[in-house]
């Protein structure tokens, strides 16, 4: 039971990570797809029908006025768990599947993770810019739970309940959520570093003594920082300074105040801090989606202006036949590819070295934009000549 409630719970966190702000929905062309996904929890083999309907419904042509009703959530995607695994045989009713390691793994000498595939057992790794990104944000989290909470209005920062709250705020919930402890057999959920990233970092540290690439990682260390930037120093609500301060009580008052408090300013400041964390991560994630879309966004308005200037400037140039446009042609229709260069993927916050970034590139221009992309990727050219 305390599984299935652990599992469910995830189920709902993701559900709740993976939504579309409404600041970026609004740049999004219309009809877009569906900006969030239905938590259904557990599901079972008796839901293979509904789960076949809400695929026919997400099939639907959602340009049609007629045939979507914004009310119906059906065919607008869902996560749930399930301990039926022939639901696992049935890949066309999923995107994406996670397998849990087992109970007993939890004791175990050699730490499990999830095993996460796509449709016909194609297994999905994590970047390794999915690693360092992991890696900074656990560090900001645990900052943020380290650091001491902010005192209410008119309460005194150096009053023996904020001194209690600080001091068991470390050893609250939210900290050892992300108290920095190794992770260790991760050679199996991380892509290896691929041979042109190799050579190329091996190249650019030889031709700038290193400079290139301490400026690359400080770049990225910076757009990762930025996503957590205004949620680490939060700012002290003003006191009012005409305020008398109250008389400093005796030792023996502080020290009944202190411990008659613990057990009150203790529990407040552990459930502030798992609220901060909690709410740290939504943003961060949020952040990133938001990131991620509006970078393609900029790209294909870009593209589709560059397309319309050409456009105009091909119609004025000379005398057009008479008969030419009479006959539609079939890929009028369709709108141009989009280029995205290394440059655009680094700022979306992806691997610009990974074959499964540029992939999910590639699907996110098509679902989201109905456009065809294709990736540049990073190399370095000597005399026109591309070494890596």
Request: hydrophobic content about 35%; some cysteine; aromatic content about 6%.
């Given at each position: ?94 995107d994406m599947l996670i397998t849990m390691p087992p109970d007993y793994s939890a004791n175990a000498k050699e730490k499990s993770w999830p095993i996460v595939e796509c449709p016909r057992g194609r297994p999905v ?264």
């Amino acid at each position: 039971m305390e599984i299935q409630r652990l599992t469910s719970s995830q189920v709902y966190n993701i559900s709740i990570l993976s939504n579309i702000p409404l600041s970026i929905t609004d740049s999004l062309p219309t009809p877009a797809p569906p900006q969030r996904l239905r938590p259904l929890f557990s599901i079972g083999v008796h839901d293979i029908s509904f789960l076949m309907d809400d695929l026919k419904a997400s099939k639907r042509d959602r340009s049609d006025e007629n045939a979507v009703d914004d009310a119906d959530e059906s065919g607008s995607g869902w996560i749930a768990c399930t301990t039926d695994s022939i639901l696992a045989t049935k890949d066309t009713l999923w995107d994406m599947l996670i397998t849990m390691p087992p109970d007993y793994s939890a004791n175990a000498k050699e730490k499990s993770w999830p095993i996460v595939e796509c449709p016909r057992g194609r297994p999905v790794k994590a970047t390794q810019r999915d690693l360092r990104r992991f890696n900074a944000l656990r560090t900001g989290l645990a900052r943020l739970a380290a650091s001491p909470p902010t005192p209410t209005p008119g309460q005194d920062p150096r009053s023996p309940e904020s001194e209690t709250s600080a001091v068991r705020l470390s050893t609250s919930h939210s900290a050892r959520l992300v108290k920095e402890e190794p992770y260790g057999a991760t050679d199996n959920l991380v892509e290896p570093l691929t041979w042109a990233a190799f050579a190329y970092n091996g190249f650019m540290w030889w031709a700038s003594a290193g400079e290139q690439i301490r400026s690359e990682e400080q770049e990225e260390s910076t757009r990762d920082s930025a996503l957590l930037a205004d949620l680490l120093s939060p700012t002290s609500p003003r006191v009012g300074s005409m305020s008398i301060p109250p008389p400093a009580p005796s030792p023996s008052q502080t020290e009944l105040l202190s411990n008659s408090i613990a057990s009150l300013a203790g529990r407040r400041s552990s459930t502030d801090g798992e609220a901060n964390i909690e709410l740290a991560i939504i943003t961060y994630f949020h952040r990133l989606t938001t990131q991620m879309l509006s970078v393609l966004v900029d790209i294909v308005d870009a593209a589709d202006e560059s397309y319309r200037d050409n456009d105009d400037s091909g119609d004025a140039d000379g005398d057009e036949d008479e008969s030419e446009g009479l006959i539609p042609n079939e890929s009028d229709d369709s709108d141009p590819a989009i280029t995205i260069d290394s440059r655009s993927i680094e700022n979306m916050g992806l691997d610009v070295w990974s074959a499964s970034d540029a992939f999910f590139v590639q699907e996110l221009v098509a679902v989201y934009f109905g456009r065809q992309a294709a990736i540049e990727g990073k190399g370095v050219e000597v005399c026109g000549v591309r070494v890596c």
